[in-house]
């Protein structure tokens, strides 16, 4: 059992990590169980010191939940997500587009739509099963998209990591080798929460964004930046005021107060008085760098 003033080496750099928070399963409550994040004083990497062994109990079955129909994807849950397809096609027109962690598939389709060549690796056999059959993506059912990267000699014009990356157990290695699959003026998009938000500061281990212990890593702007010139890539642009990360600054405020009802009713009420907070705090926590996550292009030179 970890103390709280125990002292730890990075497992990225090797430097000298401190605890910055302890807590527990928040967001979901799977167990009582305290979990320590430490961040490291040389790389300012964050990490969870005490990963738990059973790690999958706390995704459950219904964490990535497939679609039960192609028209439900595109009516419902299409709309929510088609900022990320235009975000790539900003970056990149056509090719061969592989995304680590699809879950129930989403961007792939919206991917797909746009004559992208789509490829996928999720954990969740029963998204797997939907995007290989229903939408017809090669998906690969794996928790170990570094073990899929290693034996595989494709190179991709677009490799996408919304929200996964932070999962991952070495997340350096991921990066690493989906630099290394790029192909010539290829882009790496990852999208992933900001330790350094306002709001991660103000709510301390109340942020709904360490969602311990799912994200075994928090990685900091300055960490993708260096891993980024370490790698190769050119950094096209690293934001925390695209649709999406502004999203997730509202969500805070959403879920936060949500967590604080007693009833259905009064849960989405609250949940609706959290956005419009969320919409009062943009002038803070909209400003860049200062928001709840951020989003990556990166790009391999010609
Ligand atoms: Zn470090």
Not at 5 to 33: E, F, H, M, W
Not at 109 to 126: C, P, S, T, Y
Not at 268 to 292: C, I, V
């Amino acid at each position: 059992m970890l103390k709280g003033r125990a002292q730890v080496s990075c497992p990225y750099c090797g430097g000298k990590a401190v605890r910055s928070l302890s807590g527990s399963d928040i967001n979901r409550g799977v167990t009582d169980v305290v979990f320590h994040q430490f961040r490291c004083t040389k790389c300012r990497l964050r990490f969870i010191a005490n990963p738990p062994d059973n790690l999958p109990e706390y995704y459950g079955s219904e964490y990535n939940y497939p679609w039960t129909t192609l028209e439900n994807l595109d009516r419902i849950g299409a709309p929510l997500e088609r900022y990320k397809i235009d975000l790539v096609l900003a970056a990149k027109k056509s090719g061969k587009l592989l995304e680590i962690g699809a879950s129930d598939g989403v961007f792939c389709r919206l991917a797909q739509q746009a004559g992208f060549d789509v490829h996928a690796i999720e954990m969740n056999q029963a998204c797997v099963n939907f995007m290989n059959d229903t939408m017809g993506i090669r998906a690969v059912q794996s928790d170990d998209p570094v073990a899929v990267l290693e034996v595989s000699d494709e190179r991709y014009d677009a490799i996408c990591l919304w929200h996964t990356i932070e999962h991952l157990p070495e997340p350096w290695r991921m990066f690493e080798l989906a630099a290394s699959s790029l192909a010539p003026d290829g882009v790496l998009v990852i999208a992933t929460p900001n330790p350094d938000a306002w709001q991660a500061r103000l709510l301390r281990a109340r942020w709904p964004h360490h969602d311990l212990p799912r994200h075994l890593y928090l990685l900091p702007i300055a960490w993708i930046r260096d891993l980024a010139r370490k790698s190769g890539l050119a950094v096209d642009d690293i934001t925390t005021r695209d649709e999406g990360s502004l999203f997730w600054n509202k969500f805070t405020w959403a879920t936060t107060l949500r967590s604080w009802g007693k009833d259905a009713r009064g849960k989405t009420k609250l949940w609706n008085a959290g956005l419009s907070l969320g919409r009062m705090l943009n002038p803070l926590e909209g400003r860049e760098g200062a928001g709840a996550a951020y989003t990556a292009i990166l790009r391999r030179p010609h």
